[in-house]
């Protein structure tokens, strides 16, 4: 399965609102999609599983939706901390995982 | 709270085999709900699933289709850590690994990961 994520960098002010795209290519059954963030030299870290339950300690701001072939990931008004790469990830029955290449948020 | 400790050396030669290690704390590596996984990420390649062993009454293991004739996965109970090995290793293996919990259901979401090794291939 691939995933698509769009646009590839969004720039955006602190205190606006972001919206990240992924796009699979087959559906995906009891949507098994996951939503991660990287910052420079850090490991991804777990924002959203099961493509609207946010994970342990996120912040509400932090939402998941979407089901099928089409998931956003909307962070409602950006703080400092969320400039950063943002990852799709599906999980299906079986392995192997794939991840989308990923979206930038930039400070605008 | 789970942590993931990883160790191995981070300069590899080409054609000899990469060896990582990573011991787990507040978690079994036996646990009947998680699988422990090792992903890479490079640049070319972004971040890539490499394989996963897990315990469900027996041990089994999958590895990525990629990988499959140089890759092992293996558990250690005694010591609560689980090991890769790569064999005849390329430039093309140069990436940060890291060692991953999944948890729930599916192939499972990526709980808790590793700080990663950055590995470099080269003589």
């Known amino acids: 399965i691939v995933l698509t994520q769009s646009p590839g960098t969004l720039s955006l002010s602190p205190g606006k609102e972001a919206t990240l795209s992924c796009r699979t290519s087959q559906s995906l059954s009891s949507s098994f999609l996951a939503w991660y963030q990287q910052k420079p030299g850090q490991a991804p870290r777990l924002l959203i599983y099961a493509a609207s339950s946010r994970a342990t300690g996120i912040p509400d701001r932090f939402s998941g939706s979407g089901s099928g072939t089409d998931f956003t990931l909307t962070i409602s008004r950006l703080e400092p901390e969320d400039f950063a790469v943002y990852y799709c990830?599906?999980?299906?029955?079986?392995?192997?995982?794939?991840f989308g290449q990923g979206t930038k948020v930039e400070i605008k | 709270h789970v942590q993931l400790q990883q160790s191995g050396p981070g300069l590899v030669k080409p054609s000899q085999t990469l060896s990582l290690t990573c011991a787990i704390s507040?978690?079994?590596?036996?646990?009947?709900?998680?699988?422990w996984n090792w992903i890479r990420q490079s640049p070319s390649r972004g971040l890539e699933w490499l394989g996963r062993t897990y315990y469900r009454s027996k041990w089994s293991h999958d590895y990525a289709v990629s990988m499959y004739s140089r890759i092992t996965i293996t558990a250690d109970s005694s010591k609560n850590q689980f090991s890769l090995q790569v064999n005849s290793v390329t430039p093309e293996d140069a990436a940060v690994y890291y060692c991953v919990r999944a948890t729930g259901y599916g192939s499972g979401w990526y709980d808790y990961w590793g700080p990663g090794t950055l590995v470099t291939v080269s003589s």
């Open positions: 990830q599906q999980y299906g029955g079986s392995p192997p995982c794939t």
């Open positions: 507040g978690d079994s590596v036996s646990s009947n709900s998680a699988a």
